[in-house]
């Protein structure tokens, strides 16, 4: 693989895993969730719609981590 190859997997993967990593962060928290008997919308029950998201965006973090680790390893050669 070339350089510039390597650079995109870099950067394409950090970014990719960021957003991942933000996505996963606010369906954590639950900002537009509100609760009848309780204050903090994290305390409130997530629904099974939100958790689906919430696992799909750490599976693609971790695969997006992969890849920026894959861009290095080839960077180095």
Do not use: H, N
Not at 33 to 58: G, I, K, N, W
């Amino acid at each position: 693989m070339t350089t510039r190859t390597a650079f995109a997997l870099i950067i394409g993967g950090a970014a990719v895993a960021v957003l991942g990593v933000v996505v996963s962060f606010v369906y954590l928290l639950q900002p537009w969730r509100t609760c009848s008997d309780d204050t903090s919308p994290a305390a409130c029950p997530m629904l099974p719609e939100d958790a689906t998201v919430l696992a799909v965006a750490l599976v693609v973090t971790v695969l997006a981590a992969a890849v920026a680790v894959v861009g290095l390893v080839l960077r180095k050669r």
